[in-house]
Structure formats: C-alpha cells, structure tokens
C-alpha cells in the first residue's frame, strides 16, 4: 500500500499553532501597554508622603482615583488641570476650619497650616504680639476648634467713595465721516464699603472687605474723538475741472459744493474739505498727493484742528 502524503497534516498544526499564539499576543500587549500607560507619581498630602501609579491625565483625575478631595481653601500643586508626568510630584494640603474668638466676635477662618500661630498668621495678627492666646501658640490645629485672643476685638470702618463715570463713544450716522455723537458730561456715583479691622493689643491688621453696596449710578460720559480739517491749498498750475474731481471722488462732494469750495481755494488759496478724525483725515491727504502725483499736478492738502 502506497504512504499518504504527511504536508497536510504539518498545515493542520501550524494552523493550530496560529491561533494558539494571536490570543497570547493579544493579552501580553494589552497586559505590557497597560504597564507602559502606568506612571510612578509621588502624592504629598498634609506632609504625608506616598508613591502611587496611575494612568490619570491631569492632576485632578490622578485626586480623584486616589480618594483625595479638594476644596475651594485648599492648596494643590501643580494645578488640578496640569498634566500628570512620569516622575512629578503632587502637593496638597487642606485647610483647617478654624474660629477666632476676638471679644465678642467669632471670626471663622480656614488656616493653611500645622498650629495656633498659622492661624493668627492667616487673620493677620502678629503671633509675637499675641503670646497670650489660647490654647498656646505651638498647639497643633484641629479642625473647628476655638482660639481665643485676649485684649482684641473687632473694629467695623465705613467708607463712602466715588466712582468714576465710564466711557464710551457712540457713532452717529447723521454726522459727518469721521465724527461721532456729541459730548455728553456723565456724572459719578457713589458706593459704601464696609471694612473689618482686627484690633489686637492695640495693633490694627490690614482691613477686610466685608460689603459693599452702590448708593448712586455712575453716568456714563458719551464722547467723539477730536476732529480736524483737510484744507486743499491753491497753486497755480493745478487745473479747476482737476480739484473738483478730487473733491467729488474723495471727499463725497456734490457738484454743486464742489465748485464752491474749489471757488475758495481759488480765490481765498485755500477751501475746507470737511472734518474728520485725525485717522481719516491722514488717509484723505495721502489719496489727495497719489491722486495729484498721478496726474503730474502739484496740488497739496494739509490738516488743522477743527
């Protein structure tokens, strides 16, 4: 009896073969670029050291997968929206709600710090001037405990201030180009700000902000910018039928007012054109000299305040 041929056979297992390496590849890939994706990231929060992995983008994804909040008072660096490198280190530390008994008054405060002196620090008292305090300068904080300080109290100050009028131009079309609506005087108002003044052994801290309320509107002030004149000058080679077109084609002049006023700068060696803003009027003198340039007459333009 004849042997079979053994080839396909051979196919058959490295067919096998085949499909028994893709899936392995698949999750050793999928396994090494998970790890390539990890970055070693150390995390510092209130003084507390750790080394984390993480495939978080910006600091506040890497926060939160690790359980770490944040509030408006705490401080994290870098910033929740930079992005997490290979290496970096992330600060945060949390602020401490903390009230300061001044007399009477309760002033609550959120303290960036370790203990009572950082607090004094944070209400801007000078802990040397306020060694008295309770419970003593270097006792930790804890969260909403109460730090007495003796011989002070609370000073409210208001003040009355103006405010100074905005402004603002308008355009109005009825005017001339370049010009703007009329001068309106605007008026200031007025506004009550009340201040806090921490008072300790007869030192005052920096005053605090602590309302502020608009007694009167300020008026806005409405203005046009300055104008100017373009003045076309006489000579005597520029031709007449020459200083009426100019006048028609760049100044927007009707036959009729231009053969005036080109009459003016005939008779008088000089005729205004319009006003304008210094802008446009620069604009308007340099058409006028490429315009003359053009046509080989000498003719000028000049510009004077309005």
């Not at 590849?25 to 990890?38: E, H, K, L, N």
């Not at 001044?102 to 002033?107: A, I, P």
């Not at 710090?113 to 607090?119: K, P």
């Not at 000089?270 to 304008?276: I, L, S």
Request: charged share 20%; proline share 8%.
């Amino acid at each position: 009896m004849d042997a079979r041929p053994t080839w396909p056979t051979r196919r058959s297992k490295t067919q096998h073969l085949i499909a028994a390496f893709v899936p392995a590849a698949i999750v050793v890939f999928s396994i090494t670029g998970f790890v390539w994706a990890q970055k070693d990231v150390r995390l510092v929060v209130d003084g507390k050291s750790r080394t984390t992995q993480t495939q978080a983008s910006d600091v506040a994804e890497l926060l939160a997968d690790a359980g770490v909040s944040v509030g408006a008072s705490d401080i994290v660096a870098p910033a929740p929206s930079a992005k997490v490198l290979p290496g970096m280190t992330v600060v945060v530390r949390h602020s401490v709600p903390v009230t300061l008994q001044l007399g009477r008054r309760r002033v609550p405060l959120q303290v960036i710090g370790e203990n009572v002196a950082d607090a004094l620090v944070a209400a801007g008292l000078d802990p040397a001037d306020n060694t008295g305090v309770q419970p003593p300068l270097g006792a930790p904080l804890r969260p909403r405990m109460t730090v007495k300080v003796p011989d002070a109290f609370v000073r409210i100050v208001r003040q009355d201030a103006a405010i100074s009028p905005a402004v603002h131009k308008t355009k109005d079309p009825t005017l001339k180009q370049g010009a703007k609506q009329v001068v309106s005087p605007g008026e200031p108002g007025r506004v009550v700000r009340v201040f806090s003044v921490m008072v300790a052994n007869g030192v005052e801290t920096t005053p605090v902000l602590t309302a502020e309320s608009v007694v009167e509107k300020p008026k806005a002030v409405t203005k046009r910018p300055k104008l100017y004149h373009v003045v076309l000058l006489n000579d005597d080679y520029t031709t007449m039928e020459f200083v009426v077109h100019v006048l028609e084609s760049v100044f927007d002049k009707g036959p009729a007012e231009s053969y005036r006023i080109m009459m003016e700068v005939h008779t008088r060696g000089r005729g205004v054109c319009g006003a304008f803003t210094y802008e446009v009027a620069e604009t308007k003198v340099a058409t006028v000299h490429d315009m003359a340039q053009s046509e080989g007459f000498p003719l000028r333009a000049g510009i004077e305040e309005a």
